[in-house]
């Protein structure tokens, strides 16, 4: 079986800095591609940064050098540094994972984790 547990989040000022974590569990050999996601109170979920298995990065341009996405493939984890947060970067933030195999070759393929509260205010 596998899961995604997130944390890291919270209440925070405008201007100031988070870090999200989020840590696969299970008997899993890889996983693909790596996500961030944000979904705000009346809004759908959006895609905020992505981390392939090799380490290629992607951002949405609202987030882009402010956030940084990272990953530890030996840990099967993926975090993401959040610097100058601003008001509308509140939101519940979700880490998904692609393509997860299993040590017996398994596919389990995506899943979600189950969503981390950000509050940015003053």
């Known amino acids: 079986q596998v899961q995604l547990v997130e944390s890291g989040g919270g209440l925070v000022q405008p201007g100031g800095s988070l870090r999200l974590s989020c840590a696969a569990s299970?008997?899993?050999?890889?996983?693909?591609?790596m996500f961030w996601y944000r979904q705000a109170q009346g809004k759908a979920r959006e895609l905020v940064a992505l981390i392939t298995s090799g380490g290629s990065t992607i951002y949405v341009p609202s987030v882009k050098g402010r956030f940084t996405i990272a990953r530890d493939n030996a840990k099967k984890a993926v975090s993401l540094q959040m610097n100058n947060l601003k008001p509308e970067d509140t939101a519940v933030y979700y880490c998904?994972?692609?393509?997860?195999?299993?040590?017996?070759?398994?596919?389990?393929?995506?899943?979600w984790g189950q969503g981390t509260q950000v509050t940015v205010s003053s």
């Open positions: 998904k994972a692609e393509e997860i195999l299993g040590i017996y070759g398994t596919r389990y393929g995506d899943y």
């Open positions: 299970g008997s899993i050999f890889s996983i693909g591609t």
